[in-house]
Each structure stands twice: as C-alpha cells, then as structure tokens.
C-alpha cells in the first residue's frame, strides 16, 4: 500500500485546509486510517483516527471539535478537514494504513505511512 497525503499550505490562524490522503490500492478499504503530526523538535503525535467502515473515529483532545476525519473508499481516500486551525496545529501531517479495521491513537499500529505534508498557520 502507498499513501499520498495532500492538501497542506499555509493558512492564517481561524482558517481552514482539508488534507487528503490517497491509497494506490484497493486494499485500502479493508483498514483504518490515521492522520498524525510532528512539529518541529516535538515527537511525532496522534491526530485522527478512523475505522475502515468510516462508522468509528476518534481524535485527539487538542483537535476534538475542529478537526473531523472521513474517508471514501470508492476513491480510496481519507480526508482530514481542518477548521478554527491554530498556529500550535502547524506541522507535517502524515496518513497511515493500519494493520486492523478498527483504529488506533498508537503509531505502533500502523504499518504503512505516507510521506507527509506540511500545514504552516501564520497568527
């Protein structure tokens, strides 16, 4: 499986980004997708979460409420909508494929990452 994340800008601080994360294989329907994040000199730290039927997510509490994650599988995407963004959400954001069908906050359980893309918020 190959992840390519997209979407990432610079935005001012209230704005809005929608990132995209595109699967080149099918098999992306069967597994939950994660978004994470890792700013600059900080470790790498769990966004969004959701299950392969889309019917289960979960989030950080930092994001709760201004983030929301949602995934097509016809077009074998996930979606990261980002709202109210504030500077302290800038960094690299990554998408990655899960072992399991459930979702996970650990990156431990994922096993294939895209390459990131990167969310700068000006205040």
């Known amino acids: 499986v190959q992840l390519q994340a997209s979407g990432g800008g610079l935005v001012q601080a209230g704005g809005s980004l929608k990132l995209s994360c595109a699967a080149s294989?099918?098999?992306?329907?069967?597994?939950?997708v994660g978004w994470f994040r890792q700013a600059p000199g900080k470790e790498r730290e769990f966004v969004a979460t959701?299950?392969?039927?889309?019917?289960?997510?979960q989030y950080a509490d930092s994001v709760k409420g201004r983030f929301t994650i949602f995934r097509d599988n016809a077009k074998n995407t996930v979606y990261l909508q980002m709202n109210s963004l504030k500077p302290e959400d800038a960094a690299v954001y990554y998408c990655?494929?899960?072992?399991?069908?459930?979702?996970?906050?650990?990156?431990?359980?994922?096993?294939?990452w895209g390459q990131g893309t990167q969310v700068t918020v000006s205040s």
């Open positions: 990655a494929s899960a072992r399991g069908s459930s979702g996970s906050s650990y990156s431990k359980d994922y096993n294939f």
């Open positions: 294989r099918r098999t992306f329907s069967n597994n939950a």
């Open positions: 959701i299950s392969w039927s889309g019917s289960r997510t």
